[in-house]
């Protein structure tokens, strides 16, 4: 964990990352007039430019999430200053050229880029560094299901230091105690900066009550979340007098799901107009001539409000694959055929399901769709699988990407985390990542 004054590393990143724009700006303004007027008159000319630049800069920041407090890595960091300055060249450009007096040539919109990117990579990896360097103390409180992915978290990225392990609970008449006042002791003899509270776990109401009254003291306390408190994402908080009240209300994003549908439909009419026009007919050849059986796979899938839908695949399996019942594919399954093979490593066989898409059964990126008797099994180890159900299924989904192919409905089970975090961060901008990360997924060839 890094400082607890962590929350203002995003400004001093921005104000930095501003103050090198206008600097920029004035330095090359003046190269661009050869020095010959002063920078105030140019500024007198141009000033708009700028506060748009600034303007565009935190705007484009909000979506490649340039100043998100997070863990940072080396390439994570550079992929972000990338698409940020990507971005935001395009604001350059466009300014530049649709001033009736040069703001800067193309020459110069060039070199201020490039300046850009370098002098703000280099700001950001900086304070990375920085962050990694600083490590902060911490005690963990109490036990629940999601207090070991915490510890895990700061174990892998090597910023936490726990002085107290798991603090020893000591028994009463078998009922669960600590003592507040040895742990204040504990937390001043030893520096501690940072508690952790795990919710629902061995000790009682009293005790999240004196972590209440701990939070006022120099140090920070988080609190860690049961998997029973996740309910309350969806529920709005509302104030009858001095009550709080919590309300079920169905949040949507308009906007978000207008960008969506119509990107869908741009994307997949373009994709059928010029790929499958020819792709239907090559395969449809190969899948002929190497085995028996039809061109297409139709299946009955569950979607959007636990409808049904006939999905659309090129055939990668020999007829009557399943006639012992349905079966989950592995690695080496006999039932697929060998152009099938090819086809699923590189994920051929599902782009007719761009059809599904334009019929309205799909979506380019959402959950992977699954058959009713594999939901079933699923949803007696997690419920929660039914809440997949209030988005369109996908072509691609955030599961597909980070764990792929499931093998044993264990397995589905386990990618249904992704899934679920896909619904917590369902936008626009979060579906063309899923699309770029699933390109490079098909051009490495890592489907099975």
């Not at 995003?10 to 103050?19: A, G, R, S, T, V």
């Not at 705007?59 to 940020?84: A, M």
Request: with cysteine.
């Amino acid at each position: 964990m890094a400082s607890p004054y962590r929350i203002f590393i995003p400004l001093i990143q921005f104000i930095l990352d501003i103050f090198t724009i206008v600097f920029l700006f004035c330095y090359f303004l003046k190269l661009q007039y050869d020095g010959t007027i002063k920078i105030s008159l140019l500024l007198e000319s141009h000033y708009k430019a700028l506060l748009l630049f600034i303007l565009s800069w935190y705007f484009i920041s909000v979506k490649t999430g340039l100043y998100e407090l997070s863990r940072s890595y080396f390439f994570k960091v550079l992929k972000k200053v990338f698409f940020q300055i990507l971005f935001f060249s395009i604001i350059i450009f466009a300014v530049s050229g649709l001033k009736s007096k040069y703001l800067f040539s193309n020459n110069i919109s060039v070199l201020f880029v490039i300046y850009l990117f370098i002098i703000v990579f280099l700001i950001h990896v900086s304070i990375i560094f920085y962050k990694n360097q600083k490590l902060s103390k911490a005690v963990f409180i109490d036990w629940n299901n999601n207090t070991i992915n915490v510890v895990r978290y700061f174990s892998d990225v090597k910023k936490l230091i726990n002085c107290g392990e798991f603090v020893d609970i000591p028994k009463r008449d078998n009922q669960y105690k600590y003592n507040f006042n040895e742990l204040e002791s504990f937390i001043k003899q030893n520096g501690i900066q940072i508690l952790f509270f795990s919710l629902n776990g061995k000790l009682g109401k009293e005790t999240e009550d004196a972590m209440i009254k701990l939070a006022d003291k120099d140090f920070l306390v988080y609190i860690i979340p049961d998997s029973s408190y996740d309910f309350y994402r969806n529920l709005t908080l509302d104030y009858y007098g001095t009550t709080p009240i919590y309300s079920f209300k169905k949040h949507s994003n308009l906007w978000n799901k207008f960008f969506k549908r119509t990107f869908d439909i741009v994307l997949s009419f373009l994709f059928t107009i010029f790929i499958l026009s020819w792709l239907i007919p090559l395969f449809s050849l190969i899948i002929k001539l190497t085995s028996k059986g039809p061109i297409f796979y139709t299946q009955e899938r569950i979607g959007l409000n636990s409808k049904p839908f006939q999905i659309i695949k090129f055939r990668s399996m020999y007829i009557n694959a399943e006639h012992s019942g349905p079966k989950l594919s592995s690695d080496y399954d006999p039932r697929i055929t060998p152009i099938g093979k090819i086809m699923r490593k590189y994920r051929i066989d599902e782009l007719p399901q761009f059809i599904n898409v334009l019929k309205g059964d799909m979506s380019i990126v959402g959950p992977r769709p699954e058959r009713k008797y594999f939901i079933n099994k699923i949803s007696k180890i997690d419920p929660s699988y039914n809440k997949l159900h209030t988005v369109k299924p996908g072509i691609t989904s955030l599961g597909q990407v980070y764990f792929g192919y499931a093998e044993t409905v264990e397995e589905m089970a386990q990618r249904l985390k992704y899934d679920l975090l896909y619904l917590q961060n369902d936008n626009f901008f979060f579906d063309l990542k899923i699309i770029y990360l699933t390109a490079i997924v098909v051009i490495q060839g890592k489907g099975k």
